[in-house]
Every structure is written in C-alpha cells, then in structure tokens.
C-alpha cells in the first residue's frame, strides 16, 4: 500500500481564519456557477468534500469513480469537491503517476453521473465548475462556501456530507499538505452552525472515510449539528469507504431515514472489509460505528459521573492508570492519538476490576455503558483485535495529557477548546491521573 490513511504524525498546523477564495475575493460557488440537472428536490443530496491535497491524492480521486458505478436513481443528488495534489507531492522524483484524468492537479466541482461503470483512466462526472488553484481544503470557510453551493443547487428532503481525507480524532480532519491547514472539530461545528442558519439545512448524516473520528469528543461537539455521525475508531486503510456500495439502491430508496442510512453505511463497510480479508486485500475499515448525536448530552453526563465518583475516591491512582492501560486503544502512532482507547471498554474494566470496591463508582461504569448502548446505533468489528471497540474513542492519557518535551506547556493539544471539556468533568479525570505538583 503506497499510502496509509493515518491521521498527521505532527502537532496542531496552523490555519487561515478564512478560505484563500474569500481572501482573494474569488467566485462565489452561487447558483450561477453551476448547471444542477436537480430542478426539483430530490429524497437526498450527497456533498462530498474529497481533499486530495495531500499523499491519499489517487484513493480519494477513486472514490468519485467508484461512485459512478452506481446505476440511476432518480432519488439521489451526488456532488463532489474534489482537490488533488500535484503528482510530485504524491510520488516525489519517482516517474509514478495515478494515470486518472489527465493527472491534473486543483480542486473541481462535480455532478455525479451514475454510469453504472467506472473507467479507470477518467472522471466521467459533469464538472460545474473549476475553482481557483489556490483553494485551500483545510479552510472553514472553503467547507461553508461548498456546503451553500450543494445545497443551493441540489435541493433534498435530507442530506448527508462525506469527508474524504486524513482524520485525527479531536485534532480535527481535512488536512491539506498544500496549504498546511485543517479543520478543527469546533470549526466543523462553526460551519454547519452557519449553513443551517443561512440554509436552514441541518444534514441527516455525517460521514468520515478517515481516521480516528468516531471519538466521544467529536460526536460530543457536533451533538447539535448533523442527525447521525458514521465514522471509525480506529485508523482506516488507503482504500477508504466502498462508495458504490454505500450508493447502491435500495439505500437511498424513498422513505430511507437517516439512521437507516447510517447502519447501511457501517454494514457495508463490514462486508467490505470481510471480503477484504478473504481475498487478502488492503484493509479498509476494521471498525466502524454510527452515532446516535441526540444522545450524546446524556453519554457526556454519564462520562461527568464516572469522572467524578472516580476522582473522589476508593481506587488509588496507581490502579485506575493500571485499568487505563488494559483498556483497548487504536493504532495512532504519536500523541494525543496513542492515548485514543475505546470508551466502553474502560467502563467495563472499571466495572469488574478488582480494584473497585465502591458501589457508586460501579454505578457509574454501568452508567456509561447504558448510555453508549444508546448512543452507537451500529457498530462493525471486523479487523483483528477491534472486539473489544464498542463505537466510540476518548482521550485517556495516564500523564495529565502533558507533552513530555514540553512539560510547563499547558494544554498542547487543546483539548480544553472542546465542547467535552468546558461543558463536562472528563478533562478534570485526564489531570487526575496526571504527575502531582
């Protein structure tokens, strides 16, 4: 596998505080750019935000050509953002290139055109429009201009947005190495506070084909802003999502709900990555959830109850980072996404370790449980190791989450600027564990 589809091994990079196109006073994306064959609103709307401005260039070029092979359906609107880096970025001095399309580098609007066929070698999909080549994919604001555009031009009854890219967990998603820039989690939920308010949009569902994103605090942060979050716990292999599968009828048949949609998308990611195995094919997805947003508030309170029972007593230090450190974690790499465990299985530790002699605290664990049994809709294990993923990460350093080269250096990840942390208590559980001063 040429790429890995890891979140960035680096610390937060830096961001513009708006898009280059704003900055440059570029076009706008409105009505009069584009030419929508949906003159009138269909069942739903499909806005793909697919960054390739970074070394996942050829996989997230494929996905629009695995959508083509979808057959009609007179239901569906599927519109695509599509960046690619240049060549050079994604193979260095080697003479490889992707061979698709020309191999040109910039960032396109697509209309979707359900051939029923891919073609390997070309996009076949309608591009409606040829955005300036300085557009930066990490920006909000490039987010919030897209989403207007696709939902101007391509009305539905309910909509759903893929980002197509690296994801880091609460770090945030769509890291464009042109730019050096992402979006951030409250960013995210920035934006689709302002499309809502300028559209009256609220999406059904919000899908990541990337790395770490079904996590406590991401759900917890975008609570308010979309109906369903499908994603992974774990890190997600170069092939991504199977996006003709999730296309596929009868998926997007009239009356399919959001939470329909979301529990197809994670069962075809299973199938998928059960066929992956069989045929000894890169992994996919190992692991993927759908998120329940509606019940993330009472998850977020039952998670402030086990941070508290814990902190106040009855099981030393020594032995809760002791149950931290049997707790299932993901396969990140460096910090914070090393310290990524799966939130269920820490309940279940504290639940039935012998360390626990407090009934309160047990209460708590079983607290936990009982509302992540609401909130994961769905959930696929099919990768080596993953039975113990029970559909949601949370951060759980046993270090106060300090960075060891920098140790006075408060709060390095910010962690603090989440939604998790200033509405709730488990930043207070974090620091807990952490070296006393």
């Not at 945030?172 to 499309?195: A, K, N, Y």
């Not at 979050?229 to 009239?254: K, S, T």
Request: glycine share 10%; proline share 5%.
């Amino acid at each position: 596998m040429r790429a890995d589809r890891l979140g960035p091994q680096s610390t937060r990079l830096p961001r513009p505080s708006a898009s280059a196109r704003d900055q440059a006073g570029g076009p706008s994306g409105d009505a009069s750019s584009a030419t929508s064959s949906a003159a009138e609103p269909k069942e739903w709307t499909v806005l793909g935000f697919f960054n390739g401005n970074n070394d996942l260039e050829p996989f997230v070029t494929s996905g629009i050509q695995q959508s083509e092979g979808v057959g009609p359906n007179a239901n569906l609107n599927v519109a695509i953002q599509l960046a690619r880096a240049p060549q050079s970025m994604v193979y260095g001095k080697s003479k490889e290139r992707d061979g698709i399309d020309g191999d040109w580098a910039g960032v396109r609007r697509y209309e979707v055109r359900f051939t029923g066929e891919t073609d390997g070698s070309k996009i076949q999909s309608k591009v409606t429009e040829k955005l300036p080549s300085f557009t930066d994919m990490g920006s909000p604001g490039t987010l919030a201009d897209f989403l207007k555009w696709g939902i101007k031009n391509y009305p539905a009854k309910h909509y759903m947005v893929v980002f197509n890219n690296h994801g880091a967990g609460f770090r945030g998603i769509s890291f464009d190495d042109v730019h050096q820039s992402h979006i951030d989690p409250t960013e995210m939920r920035e934006v689709l506070e302002h499309v809502k308010s300028e559209t009256g949009v609220k999406p059904d569902v919000l899908l990541f084909d990337a790395c770490e994103m079904a996590q406590t605090e991401v759900a917890y942060e975008l609570r308010n802003s979309a109906k369903f979050l499908v994603g992974g716990e774990n890190l997600i292999g170069a092939p991504g999502m199977p996006y003709a599968e999730i296309l596929a009828r009868p998926a997007f048949d009239e009356n399919v709900s959001g939470r329909d949609l979301a529990r197809h998308i994670v069962d075809a990611a299973a199938v998928d990555e059960a066929d992956r195995v069989d045929n000894g094919l890169d992994e996919a997805a190992g692991q993927f959830s759908a998120i329940d947003l509606s019940k993330m508030n009472t998850l977020r309170k039952a998670c402030d109850t086990l941070s508290q029972t814990l902190r106040q007593g009855g099981v030393s230090r020594a032995h809760l980072v002791e149950i931290v450190k049997r707790t299932k974690k993901f396969d990140g790499r460096t910090r914070p996404d090393k310290d990524f465990r799966d939130l269920g299985d820490f309940a279940n530790n504290v639940l039935h370790s012998r360390h626990v002699k407090s009934d309160a605290i047990r209460a708590a664990a079983q607290g936990v449980l009982d509302a992540l049994d609401k909130a994961v809709i769905a959930n696929e294990t099919e990768g080596e190791g993953m039975s113990k993923a029970h559909g949601l990460s949370v951060y759980l350093p046993t270090d106060g989450g300090r960075n060891p080269k920098r140790p006075r250096q408060h709060d390095p990840y910010r962690y603090e600027m989440l939604d998790m942390t200033k509405d709730g208590e488990w930043g207070a559980l974090i620091a807990h564990m952490g070296p006393r001063r």
